[in-house]
């Protein structure tokens, strides 16, 4: 069965850190692009980053410098670390297959909430 399960969020303090997982089955990360991407309460689904098959990254510029993408290959488990957090870093986050993709497969999101 081809699915993305997200964890790892939680409510977080202004310039604090999370790391995100997304556990990937029926297929491999390896060999697939994939994208983290958000949705503010309110707002529409925003891209934050993706990772290539061949390990490129891009990130949105909102987050570069901050957030970094990185995937566990051996266990077919994508990451997003998010550093120096923003109130504005609030959202629900999705992974989602494909390359700066908000329309692929995607897991039911993980909500992380930053504030004081």
């Known amino acids: 069965q081809v699915r993305l399960v997200e964890s790892g969020g939680a409510l977080a303090q202004p310039g604090g850190s999370l790391r995100l997982s997304c556990a990937a089955s029926?297929?491999?990360?390896?060999?697939?692009?994939m994208t983290w991407a958000r949705q503010a309460p309110g707002k529409g689904l925003e891209w934050v980053s993706s990772i290539s098959s061949d390990g490129s990254t891009a990130y949105g510029d909102s987050v570069k410098g901050r957030f970094t993408i990185f995937r566990d290959s051996a266990n077919n488990i994508l990451y997003l670390q998010m550093s120096r957090l923003k109130a504005d870093d609030t959202a629900l986050y999705y992974c989602?297959?494909?390359?700066?993709?908000?329309?692929?497969?995607r897991g039911q999101g993980t909500m992380v909430i930053v504030s004081s």
């Open positions: 989602v297959r494909g390359w700066i993709s908000l329309s692929g497969l």
């Open positions: 029926g297929f491999s990360l390896r060999s697939n692009a």
